[in-house]
């Protein structure tokens, strides 16, 4: 049995003992632009280049002067932070500016409603439970919509004005009976929502059934959603699992005189959720095409389409909204990250207008969603995302491309080892080939146990002074998420260091995967 009820406190104990055995087990004492610092032993500041980002949620860097301002104004002013339930004007900014910057891009012609929250995940949760609101309240309307022909039906045979279908039914009773049964048997199925195989939208009650990773989804599959995982290199497959996934119900309605049973949809998927670019599934771009088909089967079949730009939005890809570039456009967007520019937790849900059901601010909330500290810092990014005509952009795309070429010489060079480079802007992945067959047994058994990827990231760090990690569903895979202000300098020590990891792989050198400490 697992305990440490004999121990003294510890947070996460499991997880510091792994950060230990890796080497990654390193205190960071300050922070500034893409560089994190810790002391040696003799106390010395030690810099270390943060290719990781924060999981991107920096694209600004650390602790960036204009954002640490806001915050300390913020602080000095005495702001109220929590003053729930109150009118907050920076909120209203916030969301007037998203859905601003989400119509620009995508052509949408009506407005986005925000609602907030404090994570990723969390903002996936109000995205799942709006969209089964949505999904609840067309069922009552249906429904009664149903009772409603049912009952002129009834009025039309009593009074002689209709008949029933011929030798099917004896009475009109048995016939309503028969379909109210059939009916309640398909409102009485669990809403289904599909997403993709590869993704990732969080680790929450709700959002961890939406995450393909088996490890992290099935021993909660009691718990929440039910979930379809559709293969992201078969476009076709969106129709055809829409198509087996859909149901219907039976509608009494009078025609001709004649009472007929007409099959009506129900509203069974409640939403598709995708990422533009899988993160945590290996930085794997969707396809132009792959986008064309969710877009046009969810509205055809009336399903919402919520796109997951928690990682790959806030500018990161060169665009606001990494789906733009696919020419996707969406009925809900969840962001996060660098919304909070490295220093607040926050997070916000966009729903179209014309989907958006008021109840909902009547059944969801949270204490610090929308408090007074990270709505004016939220702000503040936007407007230095927005500031200088998109400067900001225009570095994403261009230090993107930088790094990109920087990776794929280091591919070039070792083309036996990296298998593959792949990502837009400052949201971009190196894929190693497997390594399971390898002569090495610490590079063999990483390999196999899918942790391969930390201990490479452990050499980084203590080699080269570099900090990234593996991408968590597909260990193969380092990722990188630095900040706009990412240098040519920075960009070739991460190739030199990525070079040096690609050697001890090319020669199964273990003493050097593994060598001293930090």
């Known amino acids: 049995m697992n305990s440490v009820s004999d121990e003294p406190g510890i947070s996460e104990p499991y997880l510091l003992g792994f950060l230990t055995s890796v080497g990654l087990d390193v205190e960071y004492t300050r922070a500034e632009g893409n560089t994190l610092f810790f002391r040696g032993e003799d106390g010395e500041e030690i810099p270390v280049l943060d290719a990781a980002g924060g999981y991107g949620s920096l694209i600004f860097g650390h602790n960036h002067p204009e954002i640490v301002a806001r915050a300390r104004r913020l602080l000095d002013e005495g702001a109220p932070v929590n003053a729930q339930f109150s009118r907050n004007s920076g909120a209203q900014q916030v969301a007037a500016l998203l859905s601003g910057i989400v119509r620009r891009e995508t052509g949408a012609d009506e407005p986005y409603a925000a609602i907030f929250a404090n994570s990723g995940a969390e903002a996936i949760e109000a995205a799942v439970k709006h969209a089964e609101l949505d999904r609840v309240l067309q069922v009552r309307a249906l429904v009664a919509e149903l009772a409603e022909h049912t009952d002129a039906a009834r009025v039309a045979v009593e009074s002689g004005e209709a008949v029933l279908p011929d030798g099917e039914h004896a009475d009109f009773a048995a016939l309503a009976e028969e379909v109210a049964r059939a009916n309640a048997d398909v409102a009485a199925r669990p809403p289904v929502f599909l997403t993709l195989e590869g993704s990732f939208h969080g680790k929450l009650v709700g959002s961890v059934q939406l995450t393909h990773n088996a490890a992290y989804r099935t021993p909660f599959t009691a718990l929440a959603n039910r979930a379809r995982f559709v293969p992201l290199d078969r476009p076709e497959a969106v129709g055809e699992i829409i198509a087996e996934e859909s149901a219907t119900v039976r509608d009494l309605v009078v025609r001709d005189g004649v009472v007929t049973v007409v099959e ?255």
């Open 264 to 518: 009506r949809p129900f509203p069974l998927v409640a939403a598709f959720l995708l990422e533009p670019i899988q993160g945590e599934g290996g930085i794997v771009p969707l396809t132009r095409e792959f986008a064309g088909a969710v877009r046009r089967e969810c509205d055809a079949a009336g399903i919402p389409v919520v796109i997951d730009e928690i990682q790959s939005g806030m500018g990161r890809t060169g665009a606001f909204l990494a789906s733009s570039l696919i020419g996707l456009s969406g009925d809900y967007y969840v962001l996060a990250k660098s919304l909070g520019g490295g220093l607040a937790k926050t997070s916000a849900l966009l729903v179209r207008g014309g989907r958006y059901r008021n109840e909902f601010e009547l059944v969801h909330s949270s204490t610090f969603a929308k408090d007074g500290f990270s709505t004016p810092i939220a702000l503040k990014v936007l407007e230095m995302l927005e500031a200088d005509d998109g400067l900001a952009y225009r570095l994403a795309r261009e230090r993107g491309a930088r790094l990109a070429e920087a990776l794929e010489g280091v591919r070039a060079d070792f083309p036996d080892v990296v298998k593959e480079v792949r990502g837009k802007g400052l949201m971009l992945g190196l894929e190693f080939h497997d390594q399971s067959e390898s002569s090495s047994a610490v590079v063999r058994e990483g390999a196999l146990s899918g942790l391969l990827g930390y201990t490479l990231s452990g050499y980084l760090l203590r080699e080269h002074r570099v900090r990234t990690f593996p991408t968590a569903s597909a260990g193969n895979t380092l990722r990188f998420a630095p900040s706009i202000h990412l240098s040519d300098a920075e960009i070739d020590r991460l190739a030199d260091a990525l070079r040096a990891v690609a050697s001890v792989l090319r020669d199964q050198d273990e003493k050097r995967l593994t060598g001293g400490g930090v």
